[in-house]
């Protein structure tokens, strides 16, 4: 049997939607964990917010996100100098 070193990503901007979702394989060197998978996908194709995201992870195991997620993009501070 071959072992997968992929995340399989699948993300619906909507839900219910008669849309394709947007998808994506990463390799499981590049990305730590089904979340950042996930979010890597929302940010290359500029999505704030998405109503469902599947994802299987190299293991066979799946996650899931039946309520939506959400980029949060942090601000980093710069301080001010007088």
Not at 38 to 58: D, E, G, I, S
Request: glycine share 2%; proline share 5%.
């Amino acid at each position: 049997m071959q072992n997968e070193s992929f995340y399989d990503v699948a993300i619906w901007r909507y839900w219910p939607s008669s849309d394709l979702p947007y998808v994506a394989f990463l390799n499981a060197d590049v990305v730590s964990s089904a979340l950042v998978a996930a979010l890597h996908v929302m940010a290359a194709n500029k999505l704030k917010h998405v109503a469902r995201v599947a994802v299987k992870c190299p293991d066979r195991s799946y996650q899931r996100w039946e309520h939506g997620l959400t980029l949060y993009q942090q601000r980093e501070e710069i301080p001010a100098y007088d």
